[in-house]
T-cell receptor, first 114, second 113 residues
Framework: GENVEQHPSTLSVQEGDSAVIKCTYS??????FPWYKQELGKRPQLIID?????GEKKDQRIAVTLNKTAKHFSLHITETQPEDSAVYFC?????????????FGKGTLLTVNP | DAGVIQSPRHEVTEMGQEVTLRCKPI?????LFWYRQTMMRGLELLIY????????DSGMPEDRFSAKMPNASFSTLKIQPSEPRDSAVYFC???????????FGPGTRLTVT
């Protein structure tokens, strides 16, 4: 089955700096890569996702990049703000695959210091 | 739609007691997932259902855990007997497709003393 590795496990940045979280996956057939944000005491929620036919996707201060050859994808947050502090999870799956559920990484605790 | 609904939000029980967690998925979603989250182990998939049928329960830690989905709008996760190491936040999630976006409920924080 799919295996997703996520790094770093913790990340601390100053407000206004950029943050990058990286994930690698094992199954070259994976073609859907969502990112979830979980604030303290809250549920995980989807913030952005990317399909394998796209190399990069942006949504305001958040961007995700995908390198299919290397089998890794990254979350980039620019101009970080204290409200970005949360645990971020990456995941991978094969859309349309009847047996391929989302596989989550272990999560990255991002702390944005004011 | 109100989203995925879970109850109770908090549960405190004594070791050896039976615990039942409940979930109502988003209407029309064919897949339902039960996760356990702890600091040490992160987000673990316990079991998932497709159209009320359990498909993969390989994540269920042991026979003390059981899950049912009697109809499309209701699922339960039962722990009997409960142990202190079962203390965690249990999330239910649902999705339209197996491999697509999952919508999480607010979670149940379980404390077993």
């Amino acid at each position: 089955g799919e295996n997703v590795e996520q790094h770093p496990s913790t990340l601390s940045v100053q407000e206004g700096d950029s943050a990058v979280i990286k994930c690698t996956y094992s199954d070259s057939a994976s073609n859907y890569f969502p990112w979830y944000k979980q604030e303290l005491g809250k549920r995980p929620q989807l913030i952005i996702d990317i399909r394998s036919n796209v190399g990069e996707k942006k949504d305001q201060r958040i961007a995700v990049t995908l390198n299919k050859t290397a089998k890794h994808f990254s979350l980039h947050i620019t101009e970080t703000q204290p409200e970005d502090s949360a645990v971020y999870f990456c995941a991978a799956s094969i859309v349309g695959g009847s047996n391929y559920k989302l596989t989550f990484g272990k999560g990255t605790l991002l702390t944005v210091n004011p | 739609d109100a989203g995925v609904i879970q109850s109770p939000r908090h549960e405190v029980t004594e070791m050896g007691q039976e615990v039942t967690l409940r979930c109502k998925p988003i209407s029309g979603h064919d897949y339902l997932f039960w996760y356990r989250q702890t600091m040490m182990r992160g987000l673990e998939l316990l079991i998932y259902f497709n159209n009320n049928v359990p498909i993969d329960d390989s994540g269920m830690p042991e026979d003390r855990f059981s899950a049912k989905m009697p109809n499309a709008s209701f699922s339960t996760l039962k722990i009997q007997p409960s142990e202190p190491r079962d203390s965690a936040v249990y999330f239910c999630a649902s999705s339209l497709l197996l491999s697509y976006e999952q919508y999480f409920g607010p979670g149940t924080r379980l404390t077993v003393t």
